[in-house]
């Protein structure tokens, strides 16, 4: 599947198309099929994202999971600093990533 | 310390009232990220992998408490409570928003700071040594010359748009602690017959074709020195490769038309420049130099040390270095604890080396290239005070110059350039050598990593080397041995193929017991791999 990322233009925060917004979790994204480029320039234009591009990933029962690895450490956040994650109170978050 | 006058405070109050309002239009939409990313640049302010992130100049990497603490500050205030110190003596934060950004500059404004020329093909942020002025072995105090060249080079608006970034060291002693042969221009000050001159190697540096700088000058005397420069730099900018990103950088030209064609150009260059006049007069540079005058040293201070508490004499051995002045001594801050993540410190910690700074060092601290904090002039007889407080704020690890102390760029957990991961490598490797002992055994080791081949982490320079590279969609780690970055300067050489993440921490530690079994009286791991090579290592890594 391919899925819709970039930041958030005001906070820089990384952020996933769900579809009908953005949301901080990949876990809420959206399947954008061929769709990808045109969504990426009408939210581009609304100034609601920043640097939005489609990546590849996999659809897993917790949701979608980037395929490449750089797209996974921005879903999650930094490997080293799990209290800086998404998920501050998993412990094995890191290996989410690998 | 140097101190604005007027003309500075009004030129950095100025650029951040023009971000301010180029961040309101890119809100607003009246700019592009295509129109606004430039000007976003011009101000250390990059997008990375999680957020923007704001790059914050020390310029030769010289700070009093007031700015320390504002860097605490931004910490806490605007960023995640914490700061990432690197290896161009600078500040990085990496949970920066963008509509806090102008607010941000505003505050380092009001202590003489910015981010401007942090980022751009021009002359960035100078580097020097962190012992400046306190060095027992300097020839003079470098700092004056590295403040000339920052207020030559910012806005020089013939080089401000160079064929790719340039980089400027100054050091002052033999020994090289600023890594001055890897950057595209390094000026070592030395002293001939009494009077001061520069040798001025062009044309070092890492990344992807990594090379030492070639002696271009054994001798510039001081006051030619910004002709000279700038002749350098006219040279670069009218034959360096615009065309090419790879090519760009001034190592390249001298490597292809050859160090002695370039220098023929830049002694040409060099007449027509001198004429014009541009070196200060000598009272201009008395006026910088003032700033950088020594602190009031107490002549009575006792060189005495009690040694008996056995972790602060550990610490005193290692990360505790000769002064100039007698009853002194220099105190590096080792940012490396075991498991930690090289170069962090958080806002506590900041505001603990500040305090430090200004109660036991004449109100000033540096930034190393190694990522570490130095007080440079603190009196022997507080240093046990000084370790205390350090001791209590998780900074008084004794590891300075050890296989712990290690450089590692953000790599794939903050950078978008990286291919793989280089922090927990490095904690990994310190965690796997955590006892002091054994690293002392060692003795001085230099590890450097990088998550990909541009080399923030200086793999090249490291006696030991790690480059994180991307084997089909995995992280990989190249292992080379016998950089160094120091006055004996060489490149790293690679083993052979490369390990995953685990595996390289293994290499290391077969790469360090084969040292052990071979080496001889007083030999760094760096002397035993030139007198051996590579061979026996290779065979204890690949059998
Ligand atoms: C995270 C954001 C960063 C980005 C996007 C970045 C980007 C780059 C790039 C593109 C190069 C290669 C330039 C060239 O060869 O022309 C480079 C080199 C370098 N960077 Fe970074 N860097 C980052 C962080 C850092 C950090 C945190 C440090 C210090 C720890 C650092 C220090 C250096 C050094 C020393 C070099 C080698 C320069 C040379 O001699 O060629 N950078 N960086
Ligand atoms: S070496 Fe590569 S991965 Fe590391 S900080 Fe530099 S650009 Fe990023």
Redesign the pocket.
């Known amino acids: 599947m391919k899925i819709l990322t970039g930041n958030d233009l005001r906070s820089g925060d990384v952020v996933w198309w769900t579809g009908a917004r953005w949301s901080r979790h990949v876990e809420d994204a959206f399947d954008v099929g061929e769709n990808g480029e045109r969504i990426a320039r009408e939210e581009e234009a609304a100034r609601r994202v920043n640097v939005p591009y489609v990546i590849d990933a996999v659809a897993t029962p917790e949701g979608p999971r980037p395929a490449h690895i750089k797209d996974r450490v921005r879903a999650l956040g930094p490997t080293v600093r799990i209290d800086l994650t998404l998920k501050p109170a998993d412990p094995a978050a890191g290996s989410w990533v690998i | 310390m140097y101190k604005y006058d007027q003309y500075d405070q009004s030129i950095v109050d100025t650029r951040v009232a023009e971000f301010r309002d180029q961040v309101e239009r890119r809100l607003s939409g009246a700019l592009s990220e295509d129109q606004f990313k430039p000007l976003r640049l011009m101000n250390g302010l990059?997008l990375?992998?999680h957020a923007y992130?704001l790059?914050v100049a020390v310029p030769y990497g010289t700070l009093d408490s007031r700015q320390m603490r504002m860097l605490g500050h931004i910490a806490r205030k605007y960023d995640r409570g914490y700061g990432?110190?690197?290896?161009?003596q600078?500040i990085?934060y990496?949970w920066i928003k963008l509509e806090d950004a102008p607010d941000i500059l505003a505050e380092l404004a009001t202590v003489e700071m910015h981010a401007i020329q942090t980022s751009g093909n021009c002359i960035r942020n100078i580097s020097s040594d962190q012992f400046a002025g306190a060095a027992a072995d300097e020839v003079t105090d470098p700092r004056p010359w590295a403040e000339l060249l920052r207020q030559w080079s910012s806005f020089h608006p013939e080089f401000s748009y160079l064929p790719?970034?340039f980089?400027i060291a100054v050091i002052a002693s033999a020994q090289d602690r600023a890594?001055m042969r890897?950057?595209?221009i390094g000026i070592e000050i030395v002293d001939r017959d009494g009077e001061h001159g520069a040798r001025i190697f062009v044309g070092?540096?890492?990344?992807?074709?990594?090379m030492i700088a070639p002696e271009i000058r054994d001798f510039v005397p001081l006051a030619d020195l910004l002709s000279y420069l700038e002749a350098c730099l006219r040279v670069y900018n009218r034959h360096g490769r615009r065309d090419n990103?790879?090519k760009?950088?001034i190592?390249i030209l001298i490597h292809e038309i050859g160090a002695d064609a370039y220098r023929d150009q830049v002694e040409a260059e060099f007449t027509q420049v001198k004429a014009l006049g541009i070196d200060p007069p000598q009272a201009e540079f008395d006026r910088i130099a003032a700033f950088f005058a020594p602190p009031p040293f107490d002549v009575s201070a006792s060189d005495v040390l009690d040694r008996s508490d056995p972790d602060f004499a550990v610490w005193l051995d290692q990360n505790v270095s000769a002064h100039k002045v007698p009853g002194y001594a220099v105190a590096t801050i080792s940012l490396k604890p075991v498991g930690g993540i090289p170069?962090d410190a958080t806002a506590e910690q900041i505001d603990v080396m500040a305090d430090l700074a200004e109660r036991y060092s004449f109100d000033e601290c540096r930034v190393t290239?190694a990522?570490n904090i130095v007080l440079p002039h603190v009196c022997k007889s507080d240093l046990h005070a000084v370790w205390s407080a350090l001791s209590d704020a998780g900074l008084a690890e004794a590891n300075l110059d050890l296989i712990s102390d290690i450089?590692?760029?953000?790599g794939l957990d903050?950078?978008?350039?990286?291919n793989a991961r280089s922090i927990p490598v490095a904690q990994k490797i310190a965690t796997r050598f955590a006892d002091l002992g054994r690293q002392r055994e060692l003795g001085e080791l230099k590890l450097k990593i990088s998550g990909c081949?541009?080399?923030?982490?200086?793999h090249h320079a490291g006696h030991i080397g790690i480059l994180g590279v991307d084997k089909k969609g995995t992280e990989n780690y190249q292992l080379s041995l016998g950089g160094s970055g120091a006055e004996d300067v060489s490149l790293a050489k690679i083993t052979g193929p490369g390990f995953d993440e685990d595996g390289v921490v293994d290499a290391v530690e077969k790469v360090t017991d084969c040292y052990l079994s071979l080496r001889e009286d007083g030999e760094r791991f760096v002397d035993t791999y030139r007198r051996v090579g590579m061979e026996p290592f290779k065979a204890v890594l690949y059998g």
């Open positions: 990059y990375q992998l992130m790059r990432h110190f690197t290896t161009r600078n990085q990496n790719r970034k980089k890594a890897l950057h595209d070092g540096g890492m990344g992807r074709t990594p990103i790879y760009a950088r190592k170069g290239h990522q450089i590692a760029c953000p903050y950078c978008s350039l990286a081949i541009n080399a923030c982490g200086h």
